[in-house]
């Protein structure tokens, strides 16, 4: 089983200094419709091989909640029915070029080597500490006292929706970063009763800005497949980006990652309000951009593609802008 961090550390008094919390803040605004930024490797380790999430339910998810975000963990690794497609292993096939971006730039055709995300550890915490958690004492304590400091072990905290989460719906909807001895963590927040508005979009009407469509939720919950949205877009920065020493834009403490740069985009035509072009079930109206096992289907976020330099979406060989 192979550890994830390297021994490359980084300066945790400036971290202080410059985050007044004691791990890395990850997660810059940015609005991609607006800004413009090119996503560069820096020299640091990204997450390769067997990456082992420690899956920590904090409170009382729903049932949906746990079946979605379980069923679209284990499609990451599995390539699916060729015949129903796309599948989400082709959004993830450019999360895992991106090990061909250290040396260079990626060869078009040239397959890259596997990135394998495994739940290898589930625990369920009933509220242990509080409905409220701050990132600067209770998310460390959690994660020492159940994670246990395990290396190889990634810490995936997720909330039930009647937990507040520090930092969370102002200006993101879940974050990842390290604390002590450099190791990490991601957290996803349920968007149903804190947030719907600011991280339950595309599924439900923004609360500010223009008002585009609203997408009807594949797997039938909001809550559900807004998370997926949120843990698909953080899972790919923590693997490109774990100690934010790898692939982003902007300063090194303030970074625009690889999800980051294409925030709010969907699928072709996406303009603010509007998420672009995807996938819609003619039977329930339910809106999509890729299978997954099970029946799934999942909305997927636009990623910076290091080949091109652009953000690529996985309906973009499918419609036109």
Not at 85 to 100: A, D, F, G, T
Not at 123 to 147: E, F, M, S, W
Not at 187 to 197: A, Q, R, S, T, Y
Not at 207 to 219: E, I, R, T, W
């Amino acid at each position: 089983m192979a550890s994830f961090f390297s021994i490359r550390l980084v300066s945790f008094n400036l971290l202080l200094l410059l985050c007044f919390i004691p791990f890395i803040c990850y997660g810059a605004t940015f609005d991609p419709f607006t800004e413009k930024t090119k996503i560069t490797y820096h020299d640091g380790p990204i997450l390769t091989g067997m990456v082992n999430l420690h899956l920590i339910w904090y409170g009382k998810p729903e049932e949906i909640q746990r079946e979605v975000i379980m069923d679209f963990l284990k499609t990451l690794s599995t390539e699916g029915n060729q015949k129903v497609q796309p599948h989400v292993s082709r959004w993830w096939n450019v999360v895992e070029s991106y090990q061909l971006a250290i040396k260079g730039k990626p060869t078009i055709g040239v397959e890259s080597p596997k990135i394998e995300v495994k739940v290898a550890k589930e625990d369920t915490i009933d509220y242990a500490y509080g409905k409220v958690l701050t990132t600067q004492y209770d998310i460390p304590r959690l994660i020492k006292d159940v994670n246990r400091g395990d290396p190889n072990l990634l810490p995936l905290i997720i909330t039930a929706k009647d937990v507040s989460m520090h930092g969370l719906c102002a200006g993101k909807c879940a974050d990842h970063g390290i604390f002590e001895n450099n190791k990490g963590f991601i957290v996803i927040g349920d968007p149903e009763i804190e947030c719907p508005g600011a991280c339950g979009w595309p599924f439900h009407e923004v609360d500010a800005g223009p008002k585009g469509p609203v997408f009807k939720p594949p797997n039938k919950n909001m809550a559900a497949d807004a998370m997926v949205v949120a843990l698909a877009s953080t899972l790919v920065n923590t693997i490109t980006n774990p100690q934010n020493t790898g692939f982003y834009g902007g300063i090194e403490f303030d970074p625009i990652e690889s999800t980051t740069a294409c925030k709010g985009i969907f699928g072709p035509g996406a303009a603010p309000g509007n998420p672009g072009k995807v996938f819609t079930d003619r039977k329930t109206g339910e809106n999509f951009s890729a299978h997954g096992n099970n029946g799934r289907r999942f909305l997927l976020p636009a990623i910076w593609n290091p080949t091109t330099s652009t953000c690529w979406t996985i309906t973009s060989r499918y419609f036109s802008t």
